[in-house]
């Protein structure tokens, strides 16, 4: 059923990216009802949903482990980034500042020479760019993306062995440069 599935992710790595790695093709299947944006994974669709574990540089599995899923509903793509981690550390930034500089996760989608960077923390601060080429990112790009978050552990409380933390995102397409047309394709990273 060609509703079934509307676009292909090509999957890279980020650091092998520039060395011109075979890309797995993903099919993104579509929620099967309503996707409530709240942190939790709960709906079925999430299941059915398509998921891959994070890889290090030599292709073994993350650790701790970590991974992402995507479905797509009308004019979204829903992501889902699950981290174990046993210390959940956040920059304490306001959004579009330096996320990274605590636990977060940074996805990159590709269309051709422009890229849409997403960077999100344990606290849910979404730092959103685009970028032309090898240029510099633009964080004056907005992209809509909204995003609710759940954490197991106490955030910023350094040993006492926090457990895992979740981000449900939803990103228009429009903001990816998609239309939502069947067999459309972006790459990610």
């Not at 997403?118 to 601060?125: L, Q, S």
């Not at 552990?153 to 990816?176: F, I, K, Q, S, Y």
Request: aromatic share 8%; net charge negative.
């Amino acid at each position: 059923d060609i509703l079934a599935t509307l676009f292909a992710l090509l999957l890279a790595a980020c650091h092998a990216k520039k060395a011109g790695p075979a890309l797995a093709e993903l099919d993104v299947p579509r929620a099967n009802e309503p996707v409530k944006v709240d942190g939790e994974l709960d709906e079925p669709s999430w299941k059915a949903s398509t998921r891959r574990v994070f890889v290090g540089a030599g292709g073994r599995e993350g650790r701790p482990y970590s991974d992402i899923r995507f479905m797509w509903s009308a004019g979204t793509l829903h992501v889902a980034l699950y981290a174990s981690d046993h210390d959940i550390v956040t920059a304490h930034v306001p959004a579009d500042g330096p996320v990274w500089r605590g636990d977060a996760f940074h996805v990159v989608f590709s269309r051709g020479a422009t890229s849409y960077g997403f960077d999100v923390d344990p606290g849910c601060t979404i730092t959103d760019g685009k970028r032309e080429g090898e240029g510099a990112w633009s964080y004056a790009w907005q992209s809509g993306a909204r995003a609710a978050c759940d954490t197991d552990g106490t955030v910023d409380h350094p040993g006492d062995n926090d457990e895992e933390w979740v981000v449900e995102m939803n990103v228009p397409l429009a903001a990816l440069g998609l239309e939502g047309k069947p067999g459309e394709r972006v790459e990610v990273s």
